[in-house]
């Protein structure tokens, strides 16, 4: 999507019909609307937003949503069915170009300013077609779950970066990205509305054994989904805990009585997670041993007897042969030896050269006694190899068992010294701690439990579609309704790998995309990951001091961000999505056409707590999105911001929001020059106050 | 400038999706333009009725 033009009439602060052109050039794709406090930008973005949700998409920090018509217009003596506030924005989507109109009158502002007038007409080839359902056709466009990624206030948006929001961010990835739209074909696939529609046919068309069999699989699709719910509400438990253990380390480590026992903790129980980690990893590469090598170490009886043969047959002299069968068959056949002598039959030089072929050795035996004793001497070294290798991945293994113990050894002891405090608090957050380790425990053992009961059941489930499969059905119908049941799950089946796909490897590509960024914004020192749960958290090395090894190692840690960085972050995290979102629809996947998008950056005070960070975000972030607007008061903007955005040339419109009224403070700055413009920010008007709209040269 | 594309050439998911019959593919596209049409809804009523209609148009 990308934005044209915007039209007000009477929408807030706005008196009378104002517009403004958006700059939909890319090289100079920064549309930059200046204002001093209170002036309308927060009314600006609001009014974008409202033309396309009407009253649910205004922002919370919007004062009296239910005024949308300026006050002085809804004042006046009128019909109220003929006042109006009205809002119109062009903008294209996939080449395809869009007008949207909103308005609502006095009257219907005076019974309920919820409900608004919405039209929205597409323009193709010349010719103008009103959208049927347009609020479902905006919502398809750009869906409400991402408007507040797209169209924010930008000293609001730092909550983002926050880790309660997490599932939020996750949900605005998988919706931008068209993940959710695979999940949803997915589950509606699976729903009984369809799948088990389709087996209700195939049973009424089929034989009775068949019907057994499909009564059965109707059973097992039952059991599966109540084990999925179940594993639903155990994984969200789960987060649950951890979140509140986090929590309550948290609390633990501010304690100034338990601080240093909890840091030892928590460092503790990170080393805990990473050896189990290894462990199970150990684990795997000795069962992969002894699968693949081990048979060599029960080989020894084996090789000994392949040796003795080995030994016999060249002590007998039969290997290495001292003359081969099939070279004095040549010479008996060509009737000529060698040294020229005819071999005719019956002569004695023949006679000699057939008694040579009785102890004369076999090419084909040779070659195979050479590659047994070639096979004894590699599986006596592979033995040695095996040997050696158990050896050192079994001490390891020992080791990391022992480092464990130790480990768990120091934590029961922390537990019993904080326990043990006198402080009521500790001891509370101890008890409270201890209760929700065993709950984790317990969900975890439940979790397993799921998992090996989904897993029997899917193969139930499996081995049921096969044996129905194989019940060969002769009427047509019967043969017909069973292709759609295949199509419907190999289709879903299908979804689902490539739901998996997609969201492998977009991972990488997102994380790498918001790590740049986030580098060349923040600068050296610190990085963005983005976990398998698509978390983002913002990461630095340390270096820490082993006193008793002498040595030292550099561990990474988790950055507590301050606010400024927090907006970072956000806005970091919210551009790569936009730039990936961009690219994405540029790429040849199956969702071309369907979804992801380009989608413009709209703004308000991005720049507010950002300190040292201005001059980054205004360098880079235009470059990620194909339109950025930003609406900025000149204390902001001056400065580094300015100078940014005047190097990049990234300019393409400039606006002003000027007031008029009778509030004016007797020091305001009524004059202002704004890069080669000089503006009046305040002009007196004694009767009504508005906001009016200026454009500047940029 | 816009970030860089990556190469050109068809995505995993894509070349996974080639191999797959004709008519699972109509079907997925279908299904999937279908949900596109309803994702932001809160209830969506004929979601299943329609989804039923593509597979049986699909496979006579």
């Known amino acids: ?698 | 400038m816009p970030a860089p594309l990556p190469p050109p050439g068809e995505t995993r998911s894509r070349e996974e999706f080639q191999k797959a019959p004709e008519e699972i593919r109509e079907l997925i596209k279908s299904v999937l333009q279908e949900e596109r049409q309803v994702m932001h809804m809160r209830t969506r009523p004929d979601i299943h009725k329609n989804i039923l209609q593509h597979v049986k148009r699909l496979i006579q």
């Not at chain 1, 090289?27 to 409202?50: C, P, Y």
């Not at chain 1, 304690?255 to 460092?267: C, I």
């Not at chain 1, 730039?579 to 629809?585: E, K, T, Y």
């Not at chain 1, 900025?632 to 300019?651: D, H, M, N, P, W």
């Open chain 1, 1 to 698: 999507m990308i934005l044209e033009k915007l039209t007000l009439e009477n929408f807030r602060q706005f008196r009378g019909k104002q517009e403004i052109f958006f700059s939909t050039i890319k090289e100079r794709n920064v549309t930059l609307v200046h204002a001093e406090n209170g002036f309308g930008k927060t009314a600006l973005l609001n009014a974008l937003l409202w033309g396309f949700y009407g009253h649910d998409g205004l922002t919370e920090d919007l004062p009296k949503k239910e005024s949308i018509i300026h006050e002085g217009i809804a004042a006046r003596p009128g019909n109220p069915a003929s006042i109006r506030a009205r809002v119109i924005i062009s903008f294209s989507h996939d080449n395809e170009k869009y007008r949207l109109e909103r308005e609502l009158t006095l009257e219907q502002q005076k019974v309920d300013s919820k409900k608004s007038d919405l039209t929205l007409e597409l323009s193709q080839d010349g010719m103008v077609q009103p959208v049927q359902y347009p609020q479902k056709k905006i919502l398809t466009l750009m869906p409400a779950g991402i408007s507040e990624f797209l169209f924010f206030n930008g000293e609001g948006i730092e909550h983002l970066a926050r880790e309660e929001n997490a599932t939020k961010i996750t949900e605005a990835i998988r919706q931008m990205l068209g993940l959710s739209l695979f999940e949803a074909a997915i589950e509606d696939l699976r729903h009984n509305s369809v799948l088990g529609k389709l087996r209700t046919e195939l049973r009424e068309r089929t034989s009775q054994e068949k019907a057994a069999k499909l009564d059965e699989q109707t059973m097992v699709v039952d059991e599966i989904t109540e084990w999925n719910k179940r594993k639903e509400t155990n994984q969200k438990n789960i987060v649950a805990t951890d979140l509140e253990l986090e929590m309550i380390g948290a609390k633990l480590e501010l304690n100034k009585e338990a601080h240093h026992l909890q840091t030892r903790r928590s460092d503790l129980e990170k080393k805990q997670t990473t050896l189990v980690q290894d462990l199970t990893g150990v684990t795997k590469r000795l069962g992969q041993i002894v699968a693949e090598d081990s048979y060599a170490l029960f080989a020894g009886d084996l090789v000994q007897r392949g040796r003795k043969i080995v030994d016999q047959l060249r002590s007998e002299g039969k290997i290495p042969a001292r003359v081969l069968n099939s070279f004095l068959k040549e010479l008996l056949e060509s009737h000529r030896c060698i040294c020229k002598r005819h071999l005719d039959d019956g002569s004695d030089e023949r006679k000699l050269v057939e008694e040579l072929m009785t102890y004369a050795g076999d090419q084909q035996f040779n070659n195979a006694v050479g590659a047994l004793d070639n096979a004894l001497g590699r599986i006596e070294e592979g033995a040695d190899h095996t040997r050696k290798t158990l050896q050192e991945v079994n001490a390891s293994r020992l080791k990391i068992l022992d480092d464990l113990k130790l480990i768990r050894e120091e934590l029961a002891d922390i537990h019993q010294k904080i326990g043990g405090k006198a402080d009521e608090e500790v001891n509370k957050l101890e008890d409270t701690r201890e209760k929700l380790k065993l709950k984790q425990r317990e969900l975890l053992a439940e979790k397993g439990k799921i998992d090996s009961e989904l897993e029997k059941a899917q193969k139930r489930f499996d081995d049921l579609r096969k044996e129905i499969q194989d019940i060969i059905d002769n009427e047509a119908d019967a043969q017909k309704a069973q292709r759609r049941l295949n199509a419907v799950e190999e289709a879903t089946t299908l979804l689902q790998r490539l739901l998996d796909i997609e969201t492998t490897e977009l991972r990488p590509v997102l994380n790498k995309e918001i790590d740049e960024h986030f580098r060349k914004i923040i600068g050296v020192g610190y990085w963005a990951e983005l976990s398998e749960e698509f978390k983002l958290k913002i990461m630095k090395r340390i270096i820490v001091s082993d006193i008793e090894a002498e040595v030292e190692k550099s561990e990474n840690l988790e950055v507590a961000l301050s606010q400024g960085q927090r907006q970072v972050t956000a806005l970091v995290f919210i551009a790569s999505l936009v730039a990936l979102a961009r690219r994405r629809s540029e790429i040849p996947t199956i969702l071309k056409g369907v979804t992801g998008s380009e989608y413009p950056l709209v703004m308000d005070s991005p720049f507010g707590q950002l300190a040292q960070f201005r001059p980054g975000v205004a360098r880079w972030i235009p470059e990620l999105a194909n339109q950025v607007i930003i609406f900025v008061s000149s204390t902001q903007f001056e400065g580094a911001v300015a100078a940014e955005l005047k190097k990049s040339k990234r300019i393409g419109k400039r606006y002003y929001l000027a007031y008029h009224g009778p509030n004016i403070h007797a020091d305001a700055q009524r004059e202002l020059l704004i890069g080669k413009n000089n503006v009046t920010v305040y002009t007196e008007d004694k009767k009504e106050e508005f906001t009016e709209i200026q454009e500047l040269e940029s």
